[in-house]
């Protein structure tokens, strides 16, 4: 079955918000208890599922697995995502000490992969999942402002934390897929700050290595950069994922022209500005104005345009997820 198939219901377009956060305040849970307890984060895709219904669930995003695993500091917030409190790659003899983690048994990797398990044995939506990408993960070691400048300064190095972060997260993304994840998105954030010819040189090749690996345990991998990448969108497609989950600052107009026909074109309802800070009929409008334009386009997937903040309203994922019902 083809990956838009999977994710819509009868001939309806697909409808897959990047659900999470919401679910730890429905849950009444503390975000480091849902992301270090594999009851609790269960307890919050409950919620999700039994409130939303969702065709297609991922588990709880959370961009520090991978960091923490190799041995960085992390801290926990109040109600948003945890974050790297330190960077630990300051040369190349720092790179050189660490060894790629095993997901069986680094950090909170085999947690979440247990809870990839549990999804599948639980739910009858598609299960996905998150993993960093190489250059944000490489980004969340040396530090976004330091990595750029030494991608010009010492391009050696940069290159070397950059493929040893590729390693870490194709381990890490393989054994999701081998856990039961149908979906994958690997989550490139930081790119956003690159050039496209930056992008095609330090990005396509780790990316494009990752999602062979993905779809070689017969998942599908799904690229995610945050913000406005309208100017990578051609060298996201060269990658070989299988679906593109794009912000709201993108004009899905330049997407489709990009992106070939088996290509998903995933978004790219405002996150903050409409899901959080809109009314319901702010949302309904958001909805209908991108599937007047793409409803017809087979390849269309409607969701949010990134993860939803933990304070989106309840009754405006509901706007949403009903925005393609009759």
Do not use: W
């Not at 330190?86 to 947690?111: C, F, T, W, Y």
């Amino acid at each position: 079955m083809k990956l838009a198939e999977s994710l819509s219901r009868g001939n309806l377009t697909p409808v897959v918000p990047l659900l999470g956060y919401p679910g730890v305040v429905g849950a009444g849970l503390t975000v480091r208890e849902a992301l270090t307890d594999v009851p609790s984060h269960m307890r919050c895709l409950q919620f999700l599922v039994d409130r939303f219904d969702p065709a297609c669930l991922f588990f709880i995003m959370d961009l520090t697995v991978e960091a923490e695993a190799v041995g960085a500091k992390i801290e926990f917030g109040e109600a948003g995502p945890p974050s790297v409190a330190e960077h630990p790659i300051k040369s190349l003899d720092d790179l050189q000490k660490l060894s790629v983690p095993n997901p069986a048994d680094h950090g909170r990797m085999p947690l979440f992969n247990e809870v990839v398990r549990a999804m599948s044995d639980s739910f009858d939506c598609v299960t996905a999942a998150y993993g960093i990408g190489p250059f944000t993960l490489a980004a969340e070691l040396v530090g976004a402002e330091e990595l750029a400048v030494r991608a010009v300064t010492e391009p050696e190095f940069a290159r070397a934390v950059i493929d040893y972060s590729r390693s870490v997260t194709h381990a890490y993304t393989t054994s999701l897929a081998i856990s039961g994840a149908q979906i994958i998105a690997i989550l490139e954030p930081t790119a956003v700050i690159l050039s496209p010819a930056m992008f095609d040189d330090l990005c396509v090749g780790p990316l494009t290595s990752i999602a062979e690996a993905i779809k070689e345990e017969a998942a599908h991998p799904v690229l995610h950069i945050c913000g406005d990448s309208t100017h990578l969108l051609r060298g996201m497609v060269s990658c070989g994922v299988h679906g593109l989950s794009l912000d709201s600052p993108v004009d899905l107009d330049e997407a489709f022209d990009a992106a070939p026909a088996d290509v998903l074109v995933i978004g790219n309802v405002d996150p903050v500005g409409t899901m959080v800070e809109g009314t319901v009929e702010d949302v309904a409008a958001a909805a209908r104005e991108l599937l007047d334009r793409f409803a017809s386009e087979p390849n269309f997937v409607l969701s949010s345009g990134c993860d939803l903040p933990a304070e989106t309203p309840f009754e405006n994922i509901d706007a949403l997820m009903s925005a393609v019902l009759p």
